[in-house]
C-alpha cells in the first residue's frame, strides 16, 4: 500500500498537507540560555514522509555520486566522510606548513541561519541544474512549498506560521538539499587558498609568506561575500575568527574583514568539535575534554550510587568515553602530563564502577579485572584503523603524496616511507605518526581482506604496551 501512494506522489509531484506540517522543538547550542539565537530549531516532522524521504535522498545521491557533481571539499552528510576526515586533511595542510616553517592564516567562517535562510526559488534553480528535474523537481518544490510549522516547549504549542524559505532541519532530504544548494561556494574561491566544509562550518585558509599573500585571502573573503549576497545566505562576521598557525616570532598580522567588521583573531578556536591552537598544540583540547568528562563522570557518580555494576560501565563506556576519544586520531598527545591527564578520567571511572575509593586500593588491578586497556591504546589503535580505511579507500582522505610504499627489513611488506619532519609537530600529526604505528604490524594483519577481520587480528596487538 505505502508503494502505490510514494508512487503516486512522485508521479504527480504533490505531497498531502499533513506531511508538511512540523513541530519545532528548540534545542539549546552554546552560550546564553537567555538568547534566541543560541537555540537551533529541529523539525518534528511526518514518520510517513520520512520513509519516502530516504528512497528520495537514495536516487539523488546517486545520481550525484555518478556524475560526480557534489564538491570533495565538502564532507558532510555523504559516504566514506565524516568530522574525523576533515579534520585529519585540515590538521595535516596546517601541520605540513608549520613544519615548512610557514604561516597560514586559518578562517573559521559561520552563516547565520543558514539551513533557515535558503531561499526555495534559488535552491530549485540549482537543483535542475545539478540534472534533477520533470517530476522529482516537481515533487522537491511541493516539499519546500506551503509547509507550516509551530513552536512546541514544555507542551505548550504556539500558533501555526508559514515556512518561506529554509530546509526542514530534522528532515532527512534537508540536509542533501543543503548540501545541494551550497556546493559552488568553493568556486568563489582562488587555487591559492583551500576550503574545507563540512556542511555549512567553513574552514578557509592559505599560506602567507607576505602581505600581497593576505590580500589575496582579503579577495578570497570579498568574492565569498559575493556569493553570499547572490544566494542570499549571510555571514556572522562577530562570530568568525582568524588563528595565525604558525611558530614564527614575527606574524604578519593582517586585518580580514567581513561585511566591513574586521574578524576577531585568537589563539584558539573550536572547529568540529575540536579546540585548534595556533601553534598546533593540544593542552587546551585536552583540559577541555578531560574537565567536562571529569564532571559527567562525577554527574554518574553522584547519581549511579546504587546502581548495579554492569549499568555503570554502560554508562561510563556511553557517556563519558566518547567525550576523551572524540577525533582523538587527530589530537592523540605525546607528552606525559596530556596522556596522565586523561588517563586519570578512566581511573576515576573504574574507581566508580567498583565503589572503591580507597588510597590503599589498586587501581591498576580494577582495571585489568574489568579488562580495560589503556586510553593511549585505545588511541593507537583507532589510529591504524583510520589509516587501513584510508588504505583501502574505505574513507575519503586522499594520501598518495604521503602513502609512499616502500621495502622495510622489519615489520610487514605493506610498509610506507615516514614524512620527513623537521618538528615535532609535523611528526606527531596523524600520518607520519601513524605510518610508523602501521609499519611495525604483522604482514597478516596489515593484509586483512576486510576492516572487520583487521579489527579483530589488532585485539590480540599491544602497540603501546
Not at 14 to 37: H, S
Not at 225 to 240: A, G, L, S
Not at 411 to 423: C, D, E, W
Request: hydrophobic residues 35%.
Amino acid at each position: 500500500m505505502f508503494q502505490l501512494f510514494f508512487q503516486a506522489s512522485l508521479d504527480q509531484g504533490q505531497l498531502p498537507k499533513e506531511w508538511k506540517t512540523a513541530n519545532v522543538v528548540p534545542i539549546f547550542k552554546k552560550g546564553e540560555k537567555t538568547r534566541a539565537e543560541n537555540y537551533r530549531p529541529v523539525s518534528l516532522t511526518s514518520v510517513t514522509c520520512k520513509m519516502l524521504e530516504h528512497i528520495v535522498c537514495s536516487s539523488i545521491m546517486g545520481h550525484l555520486d555518478r556524475h560526480g557533481i557534489l564538491h570533495d571539499a565538502q564532507h558532510g552528510f555523504r559516504k566514506q566522510r565524516s568530522c574525523e576526515s576533515q579534520l585529519i586533511l585540515t590538521t595535516q595542510d596546517l601541520a605540513k606548513s608549520m613544519d615548512d616553517k610557514e604561516q597560514t592564516d586559518l578562517i573559521l567562517l559561520d552563516f547565520s541561519k543558514a539551513f533557515d535562510k535558503v531561499p526555495h526559488k534559488r535552491l530549485l534553480y540549482k537543483i535542475h541544474h545539478y540534472g534533477i528535474r520533470n517530476s522529482l523537481h516537481s515533487w522537491i518544490g511541493d516539499f519546500l512549498h506551503g509547509r507550516t510549522q509551530q513552536v512546541l516547549l514544555e507542551g505548550v504549542k504556539s500558533s501555526t506560521a508559514p515556512v518561506h524559505s529554509g530546509v526542514p532541519q530534522g528532515s532527512v532530504l534537508g540536509p542533501l538539499l543543503f548540501l545541494l544548494f551550497i556546493n559552488d561556494l568553493p568556486e568563489a574561491v582562488s587555487r591559492g587558498s583551500v576550503v574545507r566544509m563540512f556542511a555549512d562550518d567553513c574552514a578557509l585558509y592559505h599560506t602567507i609568506r607576505s602581505e600581497t599573500d593576505a590580500i589575496h585571502l582579503q579577495e578570497d573573503l570579498e568574492n565569498l561575500q559575493i556569493w553570499e549576497r547572490d544566494w542570499m545566505m549571510e555571514f556572522h562576521p562577530k562570530k568568525c575568527q582568524v588563528l595565525n598557525i604558525t611558530a614564527k616570532r614575527k606574524i604578519i598580522h593582517h586585518p580580514y574583514k567581513i561585511h566591513g567588521h574586521t574578524l576577531e583573531v585568537v589563539d584558539s578556536a573550536k572547529y568540529l568539535g575540536i579546540h585548534i591552537h595556533r601553534n598546533l598544540k593540544w593542552n587546551h583540547h585536552i583540559d577541555q575534554v578531560s574537565k567536562k568528562a571529569n564532571n559527567t563522570l562525577a554527574f554518574l557518580r553522584r547519581s549511579l550510587h546504587h546502581c548495579p555494576r554492569s549499568t555503570k560501565i554502560q554508562c561510563y563506556q556511553t557517556l563519558v568515553r566518547p567525550l576523551i576519544e572524540y577525533a582523538s586520531v587527530v589530537w592523540d598527545p605525546h607528552t606525559n602530563d596530556n596522556i596522565t591527564k586523561i588517563e586519570m578520567v578512566q581511573r576515576r571511572a573504574a574507581r566508580m564502577v567498583n565503589s572503591d575509593y580507597r588510597t590503599t586500593s589498586s587501581v591498576t588491578n580494577m582495571l585489568n579485572q574489568l579488562g580495560w586497556p589503556t586510553l593511549q591504546e585505545r588511541r593507537a589503535h583507532a589510529k591504524v584503523i583510520m589509516l587501513y580505511r584510508v588504505v583501502n579507500h574505505l574513507i575519503f582522505i586522499p594520501s598518495d603524496n604521503v602513502l609512499v610504499p616502500t621495502i622495510s627489513p622489519r615489520g610487514n611488506n605493506s610498509s610506507f616511507l615516514v614524512p620527513y619532519a623537521r618538528t615535532l609537530t609535523y611528526q606527531r600529526s596523524f600520518f607520519p605518526d601513524t605510518i610508523r604505528i602501521w609499519n611495525s604490524l604483522p604482514s597478516e594483519v596489515v593484509s586483512a581482506p576486510t576492516l572487520g577481520c583487521f579489527k579483530h587480528q589488532m585485539q590480540t596487538i599491544n602497540i603501546r604496551p
